[in-house]
């Protein structure tokens, strides 16, 4: 078992500029998560898939940010237009059961210049 | 709503000494637990969870923690640190219902010393 993957690892990417993070979760998962982390607000769940359904977005920070999940083995998370403000670690995670806790992918370190 | 305090921003441990990291959940019902620890540079992996049963529970890397529903707390220990465990830890709660998320702490930054 690979794990959650994501990529790309690292992104610096001028203000203004779209990115796109992207997320493989385990396979046999039913539940995605993407969160966001920062010093100063910590982990905060931007928005959670489950069956390939978004069940809760209230994350999301505005407009700009927008998540799909095609299919059971694929996620995205875009930024359009990105700011510097946006500038933060961003984590996948995935789970087949809440009780067993999620695994974390080791994240997308985002930099807006 | 659920929430999650960690009173620790930072905790400095000498190695081979034990360790006790402090979390204190607020949740309605019976709770599920969570400690994850993150190393610099990396995601956040699960060290141990509750969610029934003996309140005690063991983890990985020789944690444990111990769910005290007085309290509203669920402490992580462990008996003798070694340098390897300086990290990040974080403290999580969700609920046995529906579509309930994980509420994660703040963090609380482990450093040991020589």
């Known amino acids: 078992d690979a794990g959650v993957i994501q990529s790309p690892r690292h992104e610096v990417t001028e203000m203004g500029q779209e990115v796109t993070l992207r997320c493989k979760p385990i396979?046999?998962?039913?539940?995605l998560f993407w969160y966001r982390q920062t010093m100063m607000r910590g982990l905060e769940l931007l928005i959670y898939f489950n069956n390939n359904v978004p069940i809760d977005d209230s994350g999301m920070p505005e407009d700009r940010f927008s998540a799909k999940m095609p299919n059971a083995s694929f996620s995205t998370l875009k930024i359009q237009p990105s700011e510097p403000r946006d500038s933060a670690v961003y984590f996948c995670?995935?789970?087949?059961?809440?009780?067993?806790?999620?695994?974390f992918g080791s994240g997308t370190r985002l930099t807006v210049v | 709503a659920q929430s999650v305090t960690q009173p620790d921003i930072h905790i400095t441990v000498s190695e081979g000494a034990s360790l006790e990291l402090r979390c204190n959940y607020s949740?309605?019902?019976?709770?599920?637990l969570f400690w994850y620890v993150q190393s610099p540079g990396q995601g956040l992996q699960l060290l141990l969870k509750y969610f029934s049963g003996d309140t005690l529970v063991q983890g990985i890397k020789g944690f444990e923690a111990e769910f005290k529903r007085s309290q509203s707390s669920f402490n992580l220990r462990k008996p003798s640190v070694h340098w390897s465990d300086a990290a990040e830890y974080f403290c999580?709660?969700?609920?046995?219902?529906?579509?309930?998320?994980?509420?994660f702490g703040k963090g609380t930054m482990l450093l040991v010393s020589p």
């Open positions: 999580a709660v969700g609920a046995n219902s529906g579509y309930s998320t994980l509420t």
């Open positions: 949740y309605g019902a019976t709770p599920y």
């Open positions: 995670a995935s789970t087949f059961q809440q009780g067993y806790g999620y695994t």
């Open positions: 396979s046999g998962h039913n539940s």
